[in-house]
């Protein structure tokens, strides 16, 4: 694909995680902020259709004010945007990336009268917002040999990039898989039900307007903490867990309570032992129990959204890190009834890439046909459901 494509040597895009103003305001500060919200939660979640999480920059915002650094602001960049300035000189605010903080209006057009006066900042603080596939600008002089070279914006998001890298056709679900993992389905308007804001659902803008309706699910990171502790390979750990009993302990994998590092195997084992489960005894047998808890919560979120949704769902596609494991997506498959597609790994990058491709005219325009060179280029391995 790589050779069919190479964007790389037309132009520029950048993409970030989430997490941007991080050093406007201590993680300490935010959380009771966080806190009081909640109080009025649900009329925040029907302005913004975005499910209250801590780290979003509303909050960051909140806890900022009153200090020197929001008082001297005269533009907000979030950091992909912040990359694209120092390239191109030229400020924007790419949207599916400012869908998540919190302060644009459900659907993501524009920003929220409401919301921005919770966060005590005004709309002229931001620069325009810009949608992914239009131009960012061209790199300015001071970069050298690459002076002149256009940049293009991307779905900024991470997920966004990994949803647009899907190679889904029809009533498809999706998991992007990796430390974290985003459940969910595409839509064409956001759902801000009362409903829905308590089943912890979000409504977060993709490419070309649509609405990545996802729930947050733990992830890998429940094992990942589990090998830091035990210093152990995965491999010898998903051998073994795949012929360990199935649903012999189960977790709740969206529980707050395994979001900090540290000392996973003693949380799991407590919260077993507080559901009167069986106390996983070995390293194998808490690799199972991780995984058939991620599993029933993947299905749990897909089961939520396609309820709360309208939708039908056919197939589940797992893009990520997490299509490399096998047991999690044929348990995926067994849990939730539906044929799984795992992969691309690299969705993220693939999305990325396709929009820059798209905005250079190498790729066909609709979203559509990007996802069927996907289907066409990319190696994906189907798991069927089992009785």
């Given amino acids: ?19 941007a103003l991080s050093r406007l305001a201590h993680g ?12 009025s939660g649900y009329s925040v979640y029907e302005a913004s259709g975005i499910a209250l999480q801590p780290f979003n920059t509303i909050f960051q915002l909140v806890a900022a004010a009153g200090s020197a650094q929001l008082a001297a602001a005269r533009s907000l960049l979030l950091i992909p945007d912040l990359i694209s300035y120092w390239l191109t000189g030229v400020a924007g605010t790419e949207v599916t990336n400012a869908s998540t903080t919190g302060l ?8 929220s009268p409401q919301m921005l006066s919770l966060a005590g900042v005004p709309e002229s603080l931001f620069p325009p917002l810009r949608a992914p596939g239009s131009p960012a600008g061209v790199i300015a002089p001071a970069a050298g040999a690459a002076a002149g070279t256009p940049v293009t914006v991307v779905a900024s ?6 949803v647009a890298g899907v190679p889904g056709a029809g ?5 992007s898989c990796g430390t974290w993992s985003l459940v969910g389905v595409e839509l064409p308007a956001p759902v801000v039900s009362v409903e829905s804001y308590e089943a ?26 589990c090998q830091r502790s035990w210093g152990l390979p995965l491999e010898p750990l998903l051998a073994g867990a795949a012929s360990a009993p199935a649903g012999r302990s189960v977790i709740d994998a969206t529980d707050p309570v395994f979001l900090a590092p540290g000392d996973m195997p003693a949380r799991i084992e407590a919260a077993c032992r507080s559901a009167g489960q069986p106390v996983p005894s070995t390293p194998v047998e808490m690799t199972r129990c991780i995984l058939d808890s991620l599993a029933l919560a993947y299905r749990r979120a897909i089961d939520d959204a396609r309820r ?39 969705a993220g990058a693939l999305g990325n890439i396709l929009i820059q491709a798209r905005a250079l005219g190498l790729v066909d325009p609709d979203l559509s046909s990007m996802r069927a060179l996907l289907r066409e280029t990319q190696r994906l391995v189907l798991y069927e459901p089992r009785a």
């Avoid at 998001?157 to 990994?162: I, L």
Wanted: glycine fraction near 14%.
């Fill in 28 to 39: 300490r500060r935010q959380r009771p902020i966080f806190r009081a919200f909640r109080f």
């Fill in 171 to 175: 009533n498809f679900a999706y998991i």
């Fill in 1 to 19: 694909m790589g050779r069919r494509l190479r964007p790389a040597r037309r132009g520029r895009g950048v993409a970030r995680q989430p997490g």
């Fill in 308 to 346: 709360l949704a309208g939708v039908s769902v056919d197939v589940v596609h797992i893009v990520g890190g997490g299509a490399q494991n096998e047991l999690l997506c044929q348990l995926t498959a067994d849990a939730c009834g539906l044929p799984v597609l795992a992969g691309p790994v690299e």
């Fill in 104 to 111: 644009l209006a459900a659907g993501g057009k524009s920003w």
């Fill in 200 to 225: 912890g659902f979000t409504n977060e803008i993709g490419v070309d307007g649509t609405v990545r309706y996802l729930r947050n699910v733990m992830g890998l990171w429940l094992l990942q903490e």
């Fill in 157 to 162: 998001h991470d997920t966004a990039s990994a």
